[in-house]
């Protein structure tokens, strides 16, 4: 928890006054999004878009003002969290579900940082299986369509019963080939009907904070 509380307030670093910022979901951009609500009381001015009902819900407690889509023309930075980042700074996220709102709000941002710990930095993508988000409708059939191209699909369940996403969607939560192309694999999974999205970010992150093994503060640049 020390390693996530370090880089995620350092993230909080690079926010300025008057910005619209991408607040990410998870246990590490958890402790930057407590750092800007700090320093919001202490007189920062910036806007947020959440990537989750949860996080719209922590930004709430914390004062942090809200915006939307609707009423912006672009984020200036978007601070996430990563599941798997390897050394070309693609990442797998979605453990936390959040996947489709945390890709398009990371896409529509001028900076993307993430906060990582030193066990999310991998040498390659798939020890963490691979999070793809499908629509209810006929997710069985979208199912054999994610094994037919070489992955091993499980639904993410919640009690029993399917997990639920902020979207209303499910989950397939897949391991992937030993030898994958990352961006190859991200195309091939969008083109299957019934895939809203996956947890493949690729060519997208322009900063990863994370630490070394003296837990000195590392900063990673595409």
Not at 74 to 96: M, P
Not at 191 to 208: K, S, Y
Request: aromatic share 6%.
């Amino acid at each position: 928890m020390v390693d996530k509380k370090i880089v995620g307030e350092k993230a909080a670093e690079f926010v300025k006054d008057g910005m619209v910022v991408g607040l990410g979901t998870g246990s590490t951009v958890f402790y930057t999004i407590q750092k800007l609500g700090q320093l919001v009381k202490e007189g920062l001015s910036i806007k947020g878009i959440p990537t989750s009902v949860q996080t719209e819900e922590l930004a709430k407690e914390l004062g942090i003002p809200l915006t939307s889509f609707s009423e912006i023309e672009s984020i200036d930075i978007a601070i996430d969290g990563a599941d798997e980042v390897n050394s070309e700074l693609e990442l797998i996220k979605g453990g936390g579900g959040a996947l489709l709102r945390e890709k398009i709000i990371a896409r529509a941002a001028k900076i993307f940082i993430v906060v990582a710990d030193s066990s999310k930095r991998v040498e390659k993508l798939g020890a963490f299986r691979l999070p793809v988000e499908v629509i209810t409708f006929g997710y069985e059939m979208t199912e054999k369509h994610i094994r037919a191209i070489g992955l091993v699909p499980e639904i993410r369940l919640n009690g029993g019963t399917p997990f639920i996403t902020d979207n209303g969607n499910y989950i397939f939560d897949c391991q992937i080939p030993e030898h994958v192309q990352p961006e190859m694999l991200e195309r091939m999974l969008n083109m299957i009907p019934g895939v809203v999205e996956n947890g493949l970010f690729v060519g997208m992150t322009d900063l990863v904070i994370t630490l070394d093994q003296e837990k000195n503060v590392v900063m990673l640049r595409r």
